[in-house]
């Protein structure tokens, strides 16, 4: 796939959107997931309901061609969750494409989740010894099963029950006809909000839901937090110890749209501070600050900032290239970045370039920017990355399986400015990096997740074989 060969970046898996007792959730939903179409673009879908009846939809691609020809209209209830899901080659299908949607003993129940099971594998092989049959590779799937077969023949004791075997990340959407349930894993690995429409309530994976919603932030879902929302209102408890939050720190350097908040930070600021901290970390004289678009140009606002270099953009963005174009040869493959990028000549050519970006995961595409600033007659192009090398695979929902595919984890920082052609190469430190954030959380690492950049899991990973997660 276009995005998986060339664009050297992560890719977080998906994002949840929830509304309660609106009588419009469908076509809010469907707004909402527009706005989380950042954080998974392979499939889309929503389950809805009025109190008895279910409306269902799932469909490949981005939102608005998901849901092509559907008449949300006709999707007449006031309790919907929707998905939005990113996936690696090999398990980009319908039968993955979420929410999952279930009849068992009790009745009916549908389920979106964000994020990764560290033991899903291993309760999947159990689940199936003991007789049941998994129509999908998801994870999620697994969630599904869980509740199915728990004892509790109401739906929030029966979330419960699964939320108290399953390990890793998760930010999990379960509903029946009359009930909303939510629940956050214990690590709060991955981001989860609240927010009040009138007297609506609605949940999102981002709060810039909110904005296209017209709802209003009401708070974060707590890590550990079980949520139930239904006539009787809302009703909070908690389901396990909580640690120290370790949420993923993606979330503020890469994932996240730059007007969500997350924890009270908004992520835009945060990548300034973290562009401001580099430049006094890292500094360089140069004659212009790029940033790699478009996650990476709040990060060299904040450089510039810094350092007084004036910002310019030197990298425009097409935004309309088909994510699954396919390269025939090596010569396409080679020019193909071209199609992503482009460098703006009148800004670079004969300049010293300080060229921003968030992470550098397998060096590639670094390498064909580099190259293509240098094509454009840029004089020296110096490279700044707004966080540490990423050293580690990630195991709760982003797409690193092995080491093998980071190039922190194989080459030194000189040996990667070498292998990308750049002509000085520094990266944040994880210190100027969590200070930067400026999260207040108690502990050495303020609540973020390190696990990529220093190896500390803040989970047991119990993988049945080291293999990828197929949903991941």
């Known amino acids: 796939m276009f995005d998986r060969v060339i664009w050297d970046k992560l890719n977080e898996e998906c994002g949840v959107f929830g509304i309660y007792n609106h009588k419009d959730a469908a076509p809010l939903t469907y707004l909402g997931l527009h706005s989380l179409q950042h954080r998974g673009q392979e499939s889309a879908g929503m389950c809805v309901s009025d109190g008895e009846k279910w409306y269902k939809h799932r469909g490949m691609g981005l939102v608005n061609e998901a849901f092509n020809g559907v008449d949300l209209n006709t999707f007449t209830g006031h309790l919907s969750i929707g998905h939005t899901r990113y996936t690696t080659a090999g398990s980009s299908k319908i039968e993955n494409a979420q929410p999952l949607f279930f009849r068992y003993k009790q009745g009916a129940f549908a389920v979106a989740h964000n994020g990764n099971l560290v033991n899903a594998s291993v309760l999947r092989e159990e689940l199936e010894a003991q007789g049941s049959i998994f129509q999908t590779t998801s994870d999620t799937e697994v969630i599904a099963h869980l509740i199915a077969r728990s004892q509790n023949k109401d739906l929030p004791n029966a979330v419960r029950d699964a939320l108290q075997v399953i390990k890793g990340a998760y930010a999990l959407l379960v509903m029946n006809e009359k009930q909303l349930v939510i629940a956050l894993d214990p690590n709060g690995l991955r981001p989860l909000s609240l927010g009040k429409l009138g007297d609506s309530y609605v949940v999102a994976s981002e709060t810039c839901a ?177 966080s540490p090398p990423v050293m580690n695979p990630c195991f709760y929902g982003i797409d690193t399986s092995t080491r093998d595919e980071l190039i922190g984890a194989n080459k030194t920082v000189e040996e990667i400015r070498e292998f990308i052609g750049a002509d000085s190469l520094q990266f944040l430190s994880v210190d100027g990096m969590v200070d930067a954030i400026g999260r207040e959380d108690q502990g050495e690492y303020k609540g973020h997740c390190l696990a990529c950049f220093n190896g500390q899991y803040p989970t047991e990973i119990e993988f049945k074989e080291a293999l990828p997660c197929e949903k991941c």
């Not at 995961?361 to 700044?384: K, N």
């Open 210 to 386: 909110f904005t296209i919603t017209g709802a209003e932030y009401w708070r974060e879902v707590q890590p550990g937090e079980l949520i139930v929302i239904d006539e009787n209102g809302v009703q909070s408890s908690t389901f396990a110890e909580t640690p120290n939050r370790s949420i993923c720190t993606f979330e503020y350097i890469y994932f996240a749209r730059p007007d969500s908040d997350i924890d009270g930070i908004n992520v835009h600021m945060a990548r300034k501070r973290l562009g401001k901290k580099l430049a006094q970390e890292a500094p360089i004289d140069a004659d212009v600050v790029i940033g790699v678009p478009d996650s990476s140009t709040s990060a060299a606002i904040g450089f510039a900032e810094e350092t007084g270099i004036p910002y310019e953009i030197g990298l425009i963005k097409n935004r309309y290239v088909g994510r699954t174009f396919i390269q025939p040869t090596q010569e396409l493959r080679e020019r193909a970045v071209h199609m992503k990028l482009s460098a703006v000549r009148k800004v670079v050519e004969g300049k010293r370039i300080v060229m921003i970006d968030d992470s550098i995961v397998r060096g590639t595409t670094s390498g064909r920017i580099i190259r293509m600033l240098r094509e454009a007659g840029a004089a020296q192009v110096h490279v700044r990355i707004s």
